[in-house]
């Protein structure tokens, strides 16, 4: 058997080969098979060691903030409470925050410890990359200037609906992103557009920190968020909000108050 | 047998019970017994689900920087990567940074998982106090205006040198708090002096986020940090820097290149 957590999966040795033969035992005797109806997906982390996030990483999100183009990356944090799974309610105190807004953002996955790797040597690092909807309460956000506390209420990191293992996603960095919130399409662009590419983003993250197998590193959003629409959209309860990469896949959550 | 880490141990139902009879057990039979002259004391909690940190919580902390007394507190968070234990090495790339600071910091142990506490019940969550040394890159801190990757190199988080339980300190908010690097005491002060005080800051941040056992909350530090002095001080290759709070303990660290 293999460990129960993703990340203790992924502080295993040689964990893909493992994996692989589970999978190929599974396919040929049906074992472990489940009835995706039946199911309720969880998030493929849940309690990674840190989620590094990436601010201001596609121009045009830049310019649309009225900020400058950032020198370095901008790295902030959610704490990991923050995860949630995909279809599951995105719920929130309205007398916290009355400004939720949505993020889609390429994450990923990191997959052996690593500090201090060279950019052309950083995604041999990374197990694979999933879905994150950076959801975000604005006005505790730019309230506070420290961006984490509006950043991590209880359910505004949905991951999922899996994750896709490195070799198995030809051009992480040539991936339509989008988010439609009731069907209606708010984000639209490609992870080609990234400023700081993941080479980049891995290699500067591990200069600072020692990375460690499942931590999650969101790489930024594109243009269109909720808060800098004229007039500002902000979700709102009973809103279903869908985040998605093309090659990975869609993470669907429904908001609530609560 | 009682559980392996921290937040395990403090997630144990009636885990103070079971700790006072391990506790009477020992000291009984001298079961568990150990030479404190031989043991490497580690930090008391080294993977807490998240380290919350709380920014300008001393006046005059408030006012060498130049800053505004804050309406509420200002969270901002470390990496766990970054915590080390008693009597470790500090160790940083002076590449990276040429300008690493000490702040002293009672530092709060959630014992229970909390969401939406009243100041009022707060205390009843917490399971004890502990010294941290929030070590701070100011290059890094100021440069990226969010704050955790200056706050969150490896080994930035000291921690201990035990953790003190909420019912062994009469007033955590009578303490003095002072840090001395090569034996010059250049932070001064007393926990009296907080801006927004324990049950005041616990319940705010159970507002935003579950707070978890093990969780740790750094209080903020009094005036007297270096970047702040006039020339400034920095940290340097081979200094020994001691943060102390009365009741609870001093810690001391050593500080290196590398």
Redesign the interface.
């Given at each position: 058997g293999l460990s129960e957590t993703m990340p203790e999966l992924l502080a295993e040795p040689r964990w893909r080969e493992k994996l692989d033969l589970l999978v190929t035992h599974a396919a040929e005797t049906g074992a472990g098979e489940r009835d995706a109806e039946t199911v309720e997906l969880l998030a493929p982390i849940e309690?990674p060691?840190?989620i590094?996030c990436v601010?201001l990483n596609y121009i045009e999100h830049v310019e649309e903030g009225g900020q400058e183009r950032p020198e370095?990356p901008?790295?902030?944090?959610k704490?990991?409470?923050?995860i949630t799974g995909p279809d599951s309610e995105i719920a929130w105190?309205p007398e916290?925050t009355a400004e939720v807004d949505y993020e889609a953002e390429l994450a990923l996955v990191v997959g052996d410890r690593t500090?201090r790797v060279a950019p052309e040597e950083a995604t041999d690092h990374l197990a694979g990359y999933t879905v994150a909807n950076d959801v975000s309460a604005r006005d505790?956000q730019f309230?506070?200037?420290?961006?984490?506390?509006g950043k991590?209420?209880?359910g505004f990191c949905p991951l999922g609906p899996s994750i896709v293992t490195e070799d198995e996603l030809d051009d992480p960095e040539a991936c339509s992103i989008w988010t439609e919130v009731n069907g209606e399409r708010l984000q639209d662009s490609s992870t080609s557009n990234l400023i700081f590419d993941i080479d980049t983003l891995v290699s500067f993250c591990s200069?600072?920190?020692?990375l460690?197998p499942g931590d999650v590193i969101l790489t930024g959003t594109p243009p269109g968020v909720g808060a800098f629409r004229e007039p500002p959209i902000y979700l709102q309860d009973s809103d279903t909000v869908e985040v998605g990469i093309e090659g990975i896949g869609t993470l669907t959550n429904h908001c609530g108050h609560d």
């Open positions: 309690s060691g840190k590094i601010g370095n901008i790295l902030f944090s704490f990991t409470n923050a105190d916290l500090r505790l309230a506070d200037d420290q961006w984490v506390r991590s209420l209880d200069d600072a920190f020692t460690e």
